[in-house]
């Protein structure tokens, strides 16, 4: 791959597109299915597909661990859903419900929610517990998210 090209997994259909790093701001699409790869959305990823992101994705991927049934974490959602769609080239931003996907909420010991995690390039490199302000999760990302990529 070369070192100006990032790789996008496709919040469709899956397929890991290659992108030049000079258009991200451009509104790629998934060569495959035609899905928008970085429109600001919240991806809601299952047991099935994040491992894909977290491995595959070469932008910083943060992922919000809540359930249904968490007052915090609904509240929290509105925020994390503005900073996704403030910030759609930054990261990618997926959602875990970790009632609906127990696996993966396992695989990284997830004891409260919500939690936060941030990965790069297959490994994580920050994770806090507890809902936030939006100044104050801005703040907290934006030092996990500096120098990374």
Same mark, same amino acid.
């Given at each position: 791959?070369?070192? @100006?090209?990032?790789?996008?997994? &496709?919040?469709? $259909?899956?397929?890991?597109?290659? %992108?030049? =790093? *000079?258009?991200? !701001?451009?509104?790629?699409?998934?060569?495959?299915?035609?899905?928008?790869?970085?429109?600001?959305?919240?991806?809601?990823?299952?047991?099935?597909?994040?491992?894909?992101?977290?491995?595959?994705?070469?932008?910083?991927?943060?992922? @919000?661990?809540?359930?249904?049934? &968490?007052?915090? $974490?609904?509240?929290?959602?509105? %925020?994390? =859903? *503005?900073?996704? !769609?403030?910030?759609?080239?930054?990261?990618?931003?997926?959602?875990?419900?970790?009632?609906?996907?127990?696996?993966?909420?396992?695989?990284?010991?997830?004891?409260?929610?919500?939690?936060?995690?941030?990965?790069?390039?297959?490994?994580?490199?920050?994770?806090?517990?507890?809902?936030?302000?939006?100044?104050?999760?801005?703040?907290?990302?934006?030092?996990?998210?500096?120098?990374?990529?």
């Amino acid at each position: 791959m070369a070192s @100006d090209s990032l790789q996008l997994s &496709c919040p469709g $259909c899956g397929a890991i597109n290659r %992108v030049p =790093e *000079a258009k991200l !701001a451009d509104g790629p699409v998934c060569g495959k299915c035609r899905a928008a790869l970085l429109n600001g959305a919240v991806i809601n990823a299952g047991d099935g597909s994040f491992t894909r992101f977290i491995q595959k994705d070469s932008l910083p991927v943060v992922v @919000d661990f809540w359930a249904p049934w &968490c007052g915090p $974490c609904r509240s929290f959602a509105p %925020v994390y =859903e *503005a900073v996704a !769609a403030a910030q759609p080239t930054r990261a990618r931003f997926l959602k875990l419900d970790t009632q609906a996907n127990p696996n993966t909420a396992a695989q990284f010991q997830i004891r409260s929610i919500p939690t936060l995690m941030v990965f790069h390039r297959g490994r994580e490199v920050a994770r806090l517990s507890g809902a936030l302000p939006r100044p104050q999760f801005e703040q907290w990302l934006d030092q996990q998210l500096s120098g990374l990529r």
